[in-house]
């Protein structure tokens, strides 16, 4: 009697104690679903969307994009600084090496670089943005242009290794160890008498239920090709389906910071096809940045086929008339001559 009693207490006890259990772990559950809850509700109702990159904010938006010329050359290799680009612009420059446009707005890296010269077709990129320009060197009649066509700019010519705005590194040789002090941006911009605020309508974006939907076929792996060369010249971006990100590589290897080795990635890749002119013995091209063309819009590991256009100033996607939105993130846009073209020089795969 005694015993059987005794069990009875027993079942009891470890009854309560699993309900006291279960309730705290309900608790807990509730705590972080609030919170959950809370972080939502806060990006709903954050007055501020970042224009370059969708992302929700309560901070006050309104420094200027920098646009900034980032060299490309193998030599070149690792850059600094590109993981905080919102948006990268790679276009051919001399021969079959690109060079990035990079504008940076809703992150502000220490240290960009290698920078390198300037091209009309460049400016008028971060013009279209209204992106104060960046550049070291260019060759007179660019510089003219700049002047002329009242482009805002810094050039690291003028500043070249004064320690404030840029710094020359021992690692490297010149051409290819140019680089701008971001911090010291809008003080030279300022001294110039340029704006350094800025209001901005932000480009098109995927709202949740549509990014949930995305459609296309699939994209896993993009690569573009640059050049005949069978190894030089190659940009690869491999989906990540955990992260929903793309990682880019260039000539087969991955595109790192070069202090942290943090790789490359982002959520939008654009790649537009456009008239391409060779203009001069040095190689400089003339690129058709306004008359619109085909496109690949590849994110969420789904390629669209689209058409670009240039919409006050900006380029972007649009299908049927209408603008198609980015996901929410970073872009990079891939410019590549219309000769061979996209369905030449591109490939995606599963």
Sequence with gaps: ???????????????????????EKARDNESKDSTVDEKTDLT???????PLTGISTNEELNNRIV???V?????????????????????????????????FQSEK?????????????YFELANGYNALYVYHGAAN???????????EHLNGSLYDNDGHLFKRASFRIAPHNSYLQFDAVYDVAKSKGYDVTAEYEPLPFLSKDEIANVSGESAQHVEIVY??????????????????????????EKTVELETEEPIQVDNVFIVET?????DDAGRRAVDIESGGNAYLIQKGKVQQVQWENRDGRIIPIKDGKPVGFVPGKTWINIIPDNPGIKSAVTVSN
């Design 227 to 252: 050049s005949n060369n069978a190894v030089m010249e190659i940009v690869e971006f491999d989906y990540d389906a955990d992260s929903g990100k793309y990682t880019r590589y260039n000539d087969r």
């Design 141 to 151: 009649f660019v510089n003219d242009m700049i002047a002329d066509r009242g482009i």
């Design 1 to 23: 009697m005694k015993r059987r009693f005794f069990y009875c207490i027993l079942v009891v006890f470890i009854l309560l104690v699993g309900c006291s259990k279960d309730e």
């Design 44 to 50: 709903e109702k954050s007055n501020n969307v970042y």
């Design 71 to 103: 060299n490309n050359h193998s030599k070149a290799r690792p850059q600094t600084g590109l993981s905080k680009a919102d948006v990268v612009f790679e276009i051919l420059a001399e021969g079959k090496i690109t060079r990035f446009l990079a504008l």
């Design 67 to 69: 646009g900034v010329m």
């Design 109 to 121: 890296p220490d240290v960009v670089g290698p920078v390198r010269s300037a091209r009309e077709y």
């Design 275 to 279: 008239p391409h002119e060779v203009i």
